[in-house]
């Protein structure tokens, strides 16, 4: 078990009962509302290639030699 974890679990069991069980339907209805971020979503080829034309730039030097590597060239 992780230290973060077995820290958050100490300061729970240091709540009375009621605030346990309200902290428990809490982190459930939170559980649900939120989509499920690990569920595979299809991406098709047709939006995946190009998706990034034009948001990056390569600068114009890009395949020069760079001088911290003279020495070995």
């Known amino acids: 078990m992780s230290p973060l974890l077995e820290k958050v679990l100490a300061e729970v069991t240091q709540l009375d009962r009621q605030e346990q069980l309200q902290l428990v339907s ?6 649900q509302q939120q989509p499920n971020l690990f569920v595979d979503q299809k ?3 047709k939006n995946l290639f190009g998706c990034m034309q034009g948001k990056i730039k390569i600068a ?7 001088n911290d590597f003279a020495e070995y060239m």
């Not at 809490?26 to 559980?31: E, N, P, S």
């Not at 114009?60 to 030699?65: G, K, L, N």
């Open 43 to 45: 991406i098709s080829r």
């Open 60 to 66: 114009a030097d890009f395949d020069a030699p760079l």
């Open 26 to 31: 809490y982190l459930i209805t939170q559980w």
